[in-house]
């Protein structure tokens, strides 16, 4: 499917912040753990050009974040908004990042999705995605402030 022409994808600008935040909490991506002002200020200082949004005219509708550490590229905050869903935006992000990731020499991408989440797993899937026999792990080197205020509100 072709997304509609008024439909572009273009590098994250630093006013599309609020918007950006705001389409994440829509999608569910937001998590206690996950400070996403800080998340977005991280990703500004480690290859930016590797954050994407899909715009309609000045409404945000979808973003991805991608990355490359030399050995494996990185998929994160791949998000639609519902209004826009199934129209082909995510395929063309997902497009759009594994052009880019592919020009700066990356062979593979990875990406971690919860296991809860089948929708998305179907979305892979039909892109050409397939489960690895792996386990994630994981280890917090920096604990956000974020995690912290709402840890203790929920005290
Ligand atoms: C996953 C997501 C980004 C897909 O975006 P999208 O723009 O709706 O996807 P597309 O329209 O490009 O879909 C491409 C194909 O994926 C499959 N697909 C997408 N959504 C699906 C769904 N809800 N159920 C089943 N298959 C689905 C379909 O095969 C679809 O092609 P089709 O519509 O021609 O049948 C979107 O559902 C989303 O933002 N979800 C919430 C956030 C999220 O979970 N992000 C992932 C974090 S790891």
Redo the contacts with the bound molecule.
Sequence with gaps: ?TIPVKIKIRAFRPNDEKDVIQLWKE???VFPQNDPRKDIRRKLKVQADLFLVAVYGKIMI?TVMGGYEGHRGWIN????SPN?????????LMGEIEKLLKKVGCPKIN????ES?K??M??YE??GYVQDKVASFGKRLVVDDHSVKNRKKAQ
């Design positions: 499917m999608c569910g991506l979808g905050y791949l998000a639609v826009f869903q199934r129209k082909g935006v995510g395929r063309s990406l971690q999705v919860r989440n929708t998305v179907r979305f039909k892109s």
